[in-house]
């Protein structure tokens, strides 16, 4: 597995640094150019642009819960969220257009309706194919690994 050596400085460490950091870039220059979509009713207006920041926060938030459970120490959890991560980044670039391909022409004659399916669960559905392919690996290694814990997203009160 990559990155399991614990060496400082690594490939595996040195690569992802630099993943995140162009990401983090990458987010931002998405984000503005999202925030352009809502004045075009052509392309779903405020529903596109909310839709865009929903893929950026899906796409990005997989990574930062990767980034913080490796800097807490956890592999196991670091490995399931950058899975993830790779999933939705799939899901944002090719299930994305995928789905306006077969979508666009069965419902042309609702303005934007395609465009918005896509934009809305591309990421997310990229996110579950990623831990269902995620979870039969596992199952199938017979590793203890099954699912790790992972921790809530709403804060403990």
Sequence with gaps: RPGTTGRSGSWHQ????????????????AIW??????????????LST???????????????MGVLAIRRGDQANHRVWMIRFAGSMWGAF?????????TDPLLRNYETVALLLSIWT???????IAEVFRRRSVSRAGTAEVAPATPPLTANV
Excluded: K, Q
Aim: net charge positive; charged share 10%.
């Design 33 to 46: 150019m999202a925030s352009e979509h809502g004045p075009v009713s052509e392309y779903g207006g405020t």
């Design 14 to 29: 040195r690569i992802g640094r630099i993943s995140f950091a162009t990401l983090t870039l990458g987010t931002i220059a």
């Design 50 to 64: 909310l839709g865009f920041f929903s893929m950026s926060l899906v796409v990005y938030g997989c990574a930062v």
């Design 122 to 128: 591309s990421a997310p559905l990229g996110v579950l």
């Design 94 to 102: 090719w299930l994305f257009r995928v789905m306006l391909f077969v």
